[in-house]
């Protein structure tokens, strides 16, 4: 994408704060246009305000379909095109697999998994009508290597970058592209306001979900990732005439990332006598 040459249409959820938010922000100060969506629209009000010109603002939640398909349509008419969608929204729950409900298990795959699929899937035919578009979404450190307590928001993540994958490879030869963003903790209010815990506590996973849950207390308002420079960084890929598949934001997920591409090497190594011979022999 040439940004000298065009004003890119960014559609992002979750803006109400965080990373979507210094997205937003980000992206206008490049005097690009954006589509800010949230569940309160109210909450975006200073973004058009200070942008009339380049910014409009939605009500979204990404897990009602018929207002995904109406939203997104009505951002596409706003500027006449998208260029950049980006699956923002999302939260994060905290508790051992055997601790969490069935509801909430099925609340986090429903924003989280299906919120990103609804909205890709509303765009992919505006995106293919123009012959480019990037689509961004927003990932985690916990598809690097997960945690315990992290289990179903691991999965939620793993499952959208599973679609990604798929999805990259399909688009291509249409001039589409795909982005998944792995940011570290960064200081946003992800581990206070976009977190939810676990219908119940048990004491076997004190030392385990227990913990991690209460590391995710300690860590707020420490985190060392910039959610400013985690934008610029997003927008830096999606400018590039190379962008990559994955994009790793901050030294903690970069350093995780390595650690686990040596691991997961060294297995893969130690194993391979006993994994590698289970095909059929020539002779058969």
């Known amino acids: 994408m040439n940004e000298q040459s065009i004003s890119p249409v960014w559609f992002i959820t979750g803006c109400s704060s965080g990373l979507g938010r210094a997205l937003a922000l980000r992206a206008l100060a490049r005097g690009h246009r954006v589509v800010a ?28 379909p018929d207002q995904v398909q109406a939203v997104v349509a009505e951002a596409a008419s ?10 923002n929204a999302g939260y994060g729950l905290v508790g051992a697999l055997e601790e969490l409900g069935d509801e909430q298990i099925a609340r986090n795959f429903e924003t989280n998994f299906f919120g990103a699929l609804r909205v890709i899937r509303a765009a992919l035919p505006i995106l293919r009508a123009q012959g480019s578009g990037h689509i961004v979404n927003i990932s985690a450190a916990a598809v690097i290597s997960n945690y315990a307590g992290f289990s179903i928001y691991g999965a939620t993540k793993w499952a ?3 679609a990604s994958e798929a999805l990259a490879a399909e688009v291509r030869p249409l001039g589409l592209k795909v982005l998944l963003v792995q940011p570290g903790p960064f200081r946003t209010d992800f581990l206070t306001r976009s977190q939810e815990r676990a219908d119940r506590v048990m004491a076997d996973y004190a030392p385990t979900s227990g913990k991690f849950a209460h590391y995710l207390e300690n860590m707020e308002g420490k985190q060392p990732g910039d959610p400013e420079k985690a934008a610029e960084a997003i927008i830096a890929a999606v400018l590039s005439d190379r962008p990559p598949l994955r994009l790793v934001l901050g030294k903690y997920a970069t350093d995780k990332s390595r650690k686990k591409i040596a691991a997961a090497q060294r297995e893969l190594d130690a194993w391979a006598a006993v994994g590698e011979p289970t095909d059929y022999s020539e002779s058969r």
């Open 37 to 64: 969506t949230a569940r309160q629209p109210d909450t975006l009000a200073d973004l058009v305000a200070g942008h009339p010109a380049h910014c409009r603002a939605f009500a979204l939640d990404v897990t009602l």
């Open 160 to 162: 959208l970058e599973g």
């Open 78 to 87: 706003a500027f006449g095109r998208l260029d950049v969608v980006v699956n």
